[in-house]
């Protein structure tokens, strides 16, 4: 068992491995493709971590969260573009994304007036904001469901195999 580090902010990285019980020489045996020094550099934050070795922290660790929040706070693109998603509760998840499809069913026939001359004027634009952060909200649940589906996936909740079934099935127009 991995002893526990005195360190008080520990990155998401570091939090993540010692939640595994896994020392920094047991999970680079894991990864494969990372030694401890390494895995020292980024948990230390001496170095920022390459896109696929956070894939691999994800994948190995059971993790996928942590490709979110690379994106989210380190990736130079993605920390503009990449909301960061944190896992919720399914019953959470769809509670917000509820709300957030009812107060957009409200508004539906504003975003129509809105936009059916292709511009927004003056007094059009405070409604267009509201509606447009109704919109971002709705794609925050939708991440963040697609993100716990992911968790459930990698750590065994959600059965893999009958999960690509499911996903074919529906590709080919089958909804059963």
Known sequence: MARISAKVN??????TRESLGLTREEASELLE??????IEKIENE?????????LTMAEKYKQPSL?????ANQCPIGRQYVPEVK????????????????AMQKKKERL??????????????????????????????????QLWS???????KIDPEQYRECQQGHAKGNSD
């Open 150 to 156: 992911e968790q459930m996936l990698a750590t065994g």
């Open 112 to 145: 129509i007036e809105i936009t059916v001359d292709g511009e927004i004027s003056g007094e059009e634009l405070q409604d267009f904001l509201y509606i447009q952060r109704q919109l971002e909200r709705i794609s925050i649940a939708v991440e963040t469901l």
């Open 10 to 15: 520990k990155n998401i990285y570091h939090i």
């Open 33 to 38: 493709t990372m030694g401890p020094e390494r």
């Open 46 to 54: 001496r170095t920022l971590p390459r896109p696929d070795e956070v």
């Open 87 to 102: 896992i919720k509760d399914l019953s959470q998840i769809v509670l917000e994304m509820l709300a957030s499809l009812n």
């Open 67 to 71: 490709c979110n929040y690379y994106c």
